[in-house]
């Protein structure tokens, strides 16, 4: 199989410099591209002076995470694309782990390999952890980490496993199920495009695994910080945006609860002073609405089969039950 590692970027010079060395150390064999949205931060004479093994995609503006990748992709024709965020350092053999999982089955779409802290390198990362699982109510969360509780990594999931999502900081897909998919969904923008496009590819019959043996470490925030309220509106617009497309049952109730546990959350926002995260929220529902009819007629166009939900709720479980660990979940129920 041939490999494309493709990292977007948008001005992100300083995370370049820190960490595509490591990527271009550990990854023999694999061809490796940036693919730039406009960046004016020097990024591009950057590439062009250290990097000159590295094929350079120019957009032509910042086309954010989804639109970005879905044009850099079309000029990409390796077997497996390997879309790596800019503040990701890899290390020797991760590559290895990925690939052996995808040559036991040609039916895995897509895979992530186990994605740790930079900054607590004991510790899994939020954005993925050991592989992402959707509840009952279309939440996301990850086996080590439930909402802001994050594991440390003790071995406890050094196993493969079909997963429900993998993680955009560091996702390989084959590229025939990319674009059979028709990548991601650019009216996301950024932030859970990734978990949109495994949900329709699971709709369409294809699994997505986590991969034990490769490891990778994630800086995160690089581009669109935590603390952003930005970050904040597209993870609850786009959270609900793929609940409506994707889900085989009838969404009305499961949105209207959802609806009611995001204005709770509003209010939390509120009540420790993130003012403007509390309006993004209400922005978010209001931007929702807006893209309804077009979610609608995408949704009577997808196949809708495979799905294999958290039946619980994790909200439930995390604020009520007060589990922390994904180990603590029934495991008949994941």
């Excluded at 490796?32 to 995609?57: C, H, R, W």
Aim: charged residues 20%; contains cysteine; proline residues 3%.
């Amino acid at each position: 199989m041939n490999v494309a590692i493709v990292i977007l970027n948008w001005n992100g010079k300083k995370l370049l410099e820190r960490y595509l060395a490591s990527v271009v150390t550990h990854s023999e064999n694999a061809k490796i591209y940036v693919a730039d949205n406009a960046s004016t931060d020097g990024s591009l004479e950057l590439l062009t002076q250290k990097f000159p093994e590295v094929v350079i995609l120019k957009n032509e503006s910042n086309l954010g995470f989804a639109g970005g990748y879905n044009e850099a992709l079309k000029y990409v024709e390796e077997d497996i694309y390997i879309l790596l965020n800019n503040d990701v350092e890899v290390t020797h053999g991760w590559l290895t782990g990925l690939l052996s999982i995808f040559e036991t089955s040609g039916n895995i779409a897509a895979i992530q390999p186990k994605i740790k802290s930079i900054q607590h390198p004991g510790k899994f990362d939020y954005a993925g952890a050991a592989g992402g699982f959707i509840d009952a109510l279309g939440y996301p969360f990850c086996r080590g980490r439930i909402f802001d509780h994050i594991e440390e990594d003790k071995g406890q999931y050094d196993t493969d496993l079909e997963i429900f999502w993998a993680s955009g900081a560091c996702f390989a897909i084959r590229k025939d199920c990319f674009r059979e998919a028709q990548g991601f969904d650019e009216s996301f923008f950024a932030h859970q495009e990734e978990i949109d496009l495994c949900w329709r590819l699971k709709n369409s019959g294809y699994s997505i695994w986590y991969a034990s043996q490769s490891e990778v470490y994630h800086q995160g925030g690089g581009t669109l910080s935590s603390s952003s309220p930005r970050k904040t509106f597209l993870n609850f617009r786009n959270s609900l945006s793929s609940l409506l497309k994707n889900s085989q049952k009838n969404p009305i109730p499961v949105i209207f609860i959802r609806m009611v546990l995001d204005g709770l959350a509003a209010i939390r926002f509120l009540i420790q002073g993130q003012f403007f995260h509390f309006i993004a929220v209400f922005k978010a529902h209001i931007s929702f609405y807006g893209l309804i009819p077009e979610l609608l007629k995408k949704r009577n166009q997808l196949e809708k089969k495979n799905q294999r939900f958290y039946v619980g709720s994790i909200v439930w479980y995390r604020f009520a039950r007060k589990i922390y660990r994904f180990s603590q979940l029934k495991p008949d129920n994941k």
